[in-house]
């Protein structure tokens, strides 16, 4: 456990100063060179209490440096995104093992975003816009792509693995299992391919009526409005003063304002709105199907008992991979979430299996 605290401080030294060198705003990249600081700096406190020597140990993870790759594709504000959550998961988890064991909660555990917090206060230049950037409703797009990405190719081949096993056990892997997957694989990419588009419609529609209601209120009542944005930074533990300084400063250009406000008071990211809905859809069809076909892959080959061990094998591959991939998010041991979701997927099947045997008997 040392070891894993000692490793995600240097992870989070290593992806700061990441952040920090592609960032082209002064006052936020000082604020990511001093968290990159402060995390090295909890790495060596971490090391030296429990006499572990850092000699090779100062170098970042395989999760660290993927989330570095996804960074520079999909930008570093994911990046960001990743490890908001990821602090505020561990401080979580730690007050909630706490009040499990009746210990004392000191007010240290949330001590990760205590001190990001405390030095965005403090770092005069700082606005009310690159604030924005830290809270959790204004990711990235990029983000939202790597998990559905992960959720997608996971629902394609959970749900057309259970379809197959569960044929196959009512029919002994012959033919007809292939015609069922590649059905499975059609009608659950269309399924979800619709569901997408019809989500990412209705959205935009609904935030564009809120965002016309933002402007209609910031032309009529301007003065209302700033003091509504101060009160919102004053919430997030910024100074009056300074956060006075901050919405009057914002308020100067109109068009700023609105976007400013939509994110603050809304929670909505205009960036976000920008995408098709048609785009989403042909997406939410590919990675499921990406998904669906690895179970039906040895059903095209060959059939009966080979095929549906090969189909195990490729599918059980595919779910330890998915969990492996799901790391990314939760910070989680790569063999456990990878075992998990492999143990899961194969129960879901197993299940199936026996339920379609049972079928089959029936009707023979």
Do not use: C
């Not at 930008?75 to 499990?100: F, H, Q, R």
Request: net charge negative.
């Amino acid at each position: 456990m040392k070891t894993k605290n000692l490793q995600t401080e240097i992870d989070a030294a290593f992806l700061y100063q990441k952040l920090a060198d592609h960032e082209s705003d002064a006052a936020v990249k000082n604020v990511f060179i001093q968290m990159s600081s402060i995390e090295k700096g909890h790495a060596e406190a971490f090391a030296k209490k429990g006499n572990i020597s850092l000699d090779g140990l100062m170098k970042p993870s395989w999760r660290a440096k993927t989330l570095n790759v996804i960074g520079k594709v999909f930008g570093y504000d994911y990046v960001l995104g990743a490890m908001m959550d990821t602090e505020k998961g561990i401080s979580n988890a730690i007050i909630t093992a706490k009040k499990n064991s009746k210990q004392e909660i000191t007010g240290k555990e949330t001590s990760h975003v205590t001190i990001l917090r405390t030095i965005l206060e403090k770092e005069k230049n700082v606005t009310g816009a690159q604030l924005s950037r830290f809270e959790k409703p204004h990711r990235s797009v990029g983000g939202n792509a790597i998990r559905a990405a992960v959720l997608g190719g996971n629902d394609g081949l959970v749900s057309n693995f259970s379809l197959i096993m569960g044929i196959a056990g009512a029919s002994a892997g012959q033919e007809g299992v292939l015609l069922a997957g590649l059905a499975g694989l059609l009608a659950g990419a269309l399924s979800m391919a619709l569901g997408e588009w019809i989500s990412v419609k209705s959205s935009q529609e609904l935030y564009e009526n809120q965002m016309q209601i933002e402007m209609e209120e910031l032309e009529t009542n301007p003065e209302g409005e700033t003091k509504e944005l101060a009160l919102i930074y004053i919430a997030k533990g910024i100074p009056e003063q300074q956060a006075m300084e901050m919405a009057s400063d914002i308020m100067k250009n109109k068009e700023h304002a609105h976007e400013v406000l939509v994110k603050e008071e809304l929670g909505i990211n205009a960036e976000e709105l920008k995408g098709s809905a048609v785009e989403a859809a042909v997406y939410s069809f590919i990675l499921f199907a990406i998904g669906a076909v690895i179970p039906v892959l040895p059903f095209m080959f060959t059939s009966g008992t080979k095929a549906i061990l090969l189909s195990v094998s490729f599918s059980a591959a595919g779910l330890f991979l998915i969990g492996a991939a799901i790391t990314l998010f939760t910070g989680r041991n790569v063999w456990f979430s990878g075992f998990r979701q492999v143990i899961f997927g194969l129960a879901a099947a197993a299940i199936t299996f026996g339920i379609g045997r049972l079928i089959g008997v029936s009707i023979t």
